[in-house]
């Protein structure tokens, strides 16, 4: 840890500082967070009336249920998805940005205010521009002969809920694409071009490369917000249907704890994705931390 | 740019303009869907253009919420999102900026067991602890309370993070002219560092102001009262009509209202919204 060398002597005061912050994450961070390892070794009969330590039994059954490892899959798929379109749009809107001058503000403007809208909201409009009976988008699909119905189909579920999910992203990795754009010498372009590249060679020779630590950040940043920020997305179009096709890891332990009520399963879920996010959060300090500089 | 070639400028914004155009076209369809009235959507497709019903469905649904789906005004469920993001902003600078004076200005046992004690919640977000969490603020009796809704979203790692950045970059002849001229650790706290940090706590504020407003899961275990809901929590509730068809105007409008606040800030403080965002993610 750094430290300053001029610092002040007093004995309490730190404490007294530092004690709002650390009870908050005692009771509501640390306390629940040690219960649910506690309770993901436990199991309680179907009345509530008798716990018994089953060690790691609900872990075993846990990878043992389809339905969970359904719900990995689909989580995999719908963050993969998610981070494919949102970051490529993201960095087609970024390097058009980069070639204009004078209007580049009043883009970014219009480009980055869906970060501010809420999933839930923002899966609310999508739902209603695709709803299969009054949406604008199906009655064009039907148009060229595709009968839209993400109620019952599974892949139209997916697509809508990855749509739903990018289109909030979009504007978070389009600003970071910019400023990893603009970090880029323009000297080494230059050069390039009095070699010769044309711009489409200047992108994957030299543009691309440079991008590539604004690129690995952005994809963990986005792996991150479509496996614990998208709940609402979910919520709000599909809970999680149709058939379990978009039950995403985070919606399941939700499902499993609150409306099926099963403490053991759901304790253990909290579990295992605790472990996803330590690995992501390492990721992000040991690998990211040199990325780029504004 | 390196050279210039029109067609490339040409194509530069027309790609621009179109993704506006689809960036926006959401927002747009829900927008005149709010300008209707109900009897429109009964048949076929939602138009295209606004019409003449906005002043009515707007007033309808901030007065009365909707009449057959929910009893709440929505200026409540504003009110409510208000102040829950509010506690929540405020309460995250507070709390993040103490802790971090704390840990970089003074020297005491156990100073790295608190830092990584803050470090830790980092990797604890609501959605992985709601179970245990939404049993201790039931133990607490905290459930359908204004305290219940922010204080277990309050603990911040990355606010914390950001206050110990800027605090290092403060030159030590700082601290130590304050202690020729006597000045006590909260004296230079309040006269110095919170004025130099001026920027950086509005930055924050921006962006914890829009995360504060769009909590969603949480509002909806924690608020069973209707008169606790946040508006981002209570519009599913909408669309789950039981009987017929969803008032898609009123929804629509509450959509609208919903996404007003946190846009505004976003695109009135962009330059405050944008230093927040890449400060926050260091």
Redesign the interface.
């Known amino acids: ?2 430290n ?5 002597g ?2 309490g ?3 007294l ?2 004690a ?3 009870i ?10 040690g ?2 390892i506690w ?1 993901s070794f436990l199991r309680e009969d179907a009345f509530g009336i008798k716990t018994t330590f089953v060690a790691l039994e609900n872990y075993s059954r846990l990878f043992a249920d389809p339905s969970y490892l359904n719900a990995l899959k689909v989580t995999v798929v719908f963050a993969l998805s998610t981070a494919a379109l949102s970051m490529g ?1 993201a960095l ?2 970024a ?3 980069d ?3 004078r ?1 580049a503000r009043i ?16 899966g ?6 695709f709803n299969p009976t ?3 988008l199906p ?1 064009l699909l039907k148009g060229v002969g595709y009968g839209w119905n993400h109620a019952l189909d599974r892949g139209d579920a997916m697509t809508l809920v990855v749509i739903s999910a990018a ?1 909030k992203q ?3 990795n389009f ?2 694409f910019v ?1 990893g754009l603009q970090a880029i010498p ?1 000297s080494l ?2 050069a390039a ?1 009095i070699d010769g590249a044309g ?1 489409v060679r ?1 992108f994957w020779t030299i543009t691309l490369p440079l991008l590539s630590p604004t690129t690995f ?1 952005l994809l963990v ?1 986005t792996i991150v917000y479509t496996m ?2 998208t ?2 997305v979910i ?2 179009i599909t809970e999680g249907g149709p058939a379990q096709s978009t039950n995403i890891l ?1 919606y399941k ?2 499902q499993d ?2 409306v099926g009520l099963n ?1 053991g399963s ?2 253990a879920q ?1 579990v295992v ?2 472990g996803i ?2 690995v992501l ?1 390492v990721i992000q300090f040991r690998f990211v931390e040199r990325r780029v500089n ?1 | 740019m390196v050279e210039n070639q029109r067609w490339l400028n040409v194509l530069a914004h027309a790609v621009l303009i179109l993704g506006v155009l689809v960036v926006a076209l959401p927002v747009y369809i829900a927008l005149v869907a709010s300008t209707h009235e109900s009897g429109v959507f009964l048949s076929g497709v939602i138009p295209m253009l606004p019409g003449r019903n906005m002043v009515e469905t707007y007033s309808a649904v901030l007065r009365g919420g909707l009449s057959s789906q929910m009893s709440q005004p929505i200026w409540l469920m504003l009110g409510n999102s208000m102040i829950m993001a509010m506690m929540i902003a405020v309460g995250k600078i507070v709390i993040s900026i103490t802790s971090a004076f704390a840990i970089v200005y003074f020297r005491f046992p156990f100073r790295g067991l608190a830092f990584w004690m803050i470090f830790i919640t980092l990797m604890l977000p609501v959605e992985v602890r709601i179970l245990p969490t939404y049993k201790v603020i039931a133990d607490l009796g905290m459930l359908n309370s204004y305290a219940g809704l922010s204080i277990p979203l309050i603990a911040s790692a990355t606010a914390t993070f950001l206050f110990r950045q800027v605090f290092l970059t403060m030159p030590d002849e700082l601290v130590e002219a304050a202690r020729i001229d006597g000045a006590g650790p909260m004296k230079f706290f309040r006269d110095i560092l919170l004025p130099l940090s001026r920027t950086n706590i509005a930055a924050l504020f921006v962006i914890l102001f829009i995360y504060g407003w769009n909590q969603y899961l949480w509002p909806l275990l924690v608020t069973t009262d209707p008169s606790y809901t946040t508006i981002v929590a209570g519009i599913k509730r909408m669309t789950d009509v039981a009987d017929g068809t969803p008032q898609w105007n009123y929804i629509m409008a509450v959509a609208m209202l919903a996404m007003l606040p946190p846009v505004a800030v976003v695109v009135f403080m962009q330059r405050l919204f944008v230093k927040g965002l890449i400060e926050t993610e260091k």
Not at chain 1, 26 to 33: E, G, Q, Y
Not at chain 1, 124 to 129: E, R, S
Request: hydrophobic share 65%; no cysteine.
């Open positions: 840890m750094q300053k060398r001029a610092i002040f007093a004995k005061l730190p404490y500082l530092l709002p912050q650390l908050i994450t005692a009771i509501f961070f640390l306390w629940p967070a219960q649910a309770q749009v087609v809107l390097l058009a940005v070639r204009t001058l209007s883009y970014s403007t219009l480009l980055i205010w869906p970060y501010a809208v809420a999933p839930a909201v923002a609310v409009l999508w739902w209603f521009m009054i949406g604008i009655y289109w979009i504007s978070y600003l970071f400023a323009a372009r230059e071009a711009p200047r950040f940043v614990f920020d709940f609402g919520d709000a985070v332990v939700y704890g609150f403490l759901s304790a909290s994705l605790m996010v330590i959060t504004y």
